[in-house]
């Protein structure tokens, strides 16, 4: 009987381990404050670091685990799982996803295999539905293997959020706010208001140029007026470094979309053509931070597309 039951523990953990293939990149827990922790990506294009470029977080109640955000493969979302492990053996209850893009989602199916129930923000669906989350999920089997392989498929929320909710897991209450189609189809924010830490998804990129795309890079501004008016302690963004600074951490996004939708708008006002208008623009403020070169002139014709539809 002995030896049947570890035989039978041998094959379960060998079953487990081939799971997920193991990543090289160190994917480390930070604890920031009281219950909150956060696991740092790195800086990088999304398929370098064996995809490890965006952040996500936890937070340990009495009652379970609260997922911020999946990470870019089911690896790094495993890996990040046995950080959790190394802090608290409760169950992870909850995944509350900041918005679906690659970069936050692939890893969603180790924490539903754990059981855990994921809160999505309205706009999700546009997303699964559309034809760019299979292609991407292809191309990046290709481009990310062999973390993101055949196994690998796209999680379907279980809950949409489509306004500002609040709940409480054990004795920590928090604020899910919701902020509409902002960086992506829909975006939104998770405030630990016991640990007074916010993880704020990608309307905020640290330390390096944000990955604009198709934005409502209006709609964006006003979400950082409003981002920028919480009182809290430890500021999460989605790419780059936490910190207890969280005006400084906001600053690069906030001023960057601000200084687009200053220059191109007047552009278009004025109908001045694109090519020169990006030529006659004084970059020197932002040229200098990781990702210029690969994204600046993409977000600003984006800006610049966008204005044109909307100032029309
Ligand atoms: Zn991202």
Do not use: C
Not at 74 to 89: H, Q, W
Not at 100 to 120: S, T
Not at 167 to 175: A, C, N
Not at 276 to 287: A, L, N, Q
């Amino acid at each position: 009987m002995k030896i049947l039951t570890l035989l039978l523990t041998l094959l379960v953990f060998s079953v487990q381990a081939e799971e997920y293939e193991a990543v090289s990149v160190e994917v480390k827990a930070q604890k920031l404050i009281g219950d909150a922790y956060y696991v740092p990506g790195m800086s990088g294009a999304a398929t370098e670091f064996e995809g490890f470029i965006s952040n996500a977080g936890f937070v340990v109640t009495t009652e379970g685990v609260v997922v911020f955000d999946a990470l870019g493969t089911p690896s790094l979302a495993n890996a990040m799982l046995g950080e959790i492990r190394k802090v608290t053996d409760q169950p992870i209850k909850l995944v509350i996803v900041s918005h679906y893009h690659a970069d936050h989602i692939y890893g969603l199916q180790v924490f539903k295999n754990e059981g855990a129930q994921i809160w999505a923000p309205k706009g999700t669906w546009d997303y699964l539905d559309s034809e760019t989350a299979e292609t991407l999920l292809d191309s990046r089997r290709n481009a990310l293997f062999p973390w993101v392989n055949d196994e690998t498929h796209l999680v379907e929320p279980d809950r949409i959020i489509d306004k500002d909710t609040e709940f409480s897991l054990g004795e920590h209450r928090f604020l899910i706010s919701y902020f509409g189609k902002v960086h992506s189809d829909g975006d939104m924010s998770l405030l630990s208001a016991t640990d007074q830490t916010l993880y704020s998804g990608d309307i905020i990129f640290e330390g390096r140029i944000p990955f604009v795309g198709d934005a409502d890079i209006i709609k964006w501004a006003k979400t950082l007026d409003r981002v920028r008016n919480m009182q809290v302690e430890y500021f999460v963004p989605g790419h780059g470094s936490a910190s207890n600074q969280p005006k400084q951490t906001m600053d690069l996004t906030y001023r960057y979309l601000n200084f687009l939708l200053d220059k191109l708008g007047k552009a278009v006002e004025e109908m001045d053509q694109f090519e020169e208008t990006y030529d006659t623009i004084d970059w020197s403020e932002f040229e200098n931070q990781p990702a210029f070169d690969a994204a600046n002139r993409k977000n600003a014709y984006a800006v610049y597309l966008y204005l044109e539809r909307v100032l029309d």
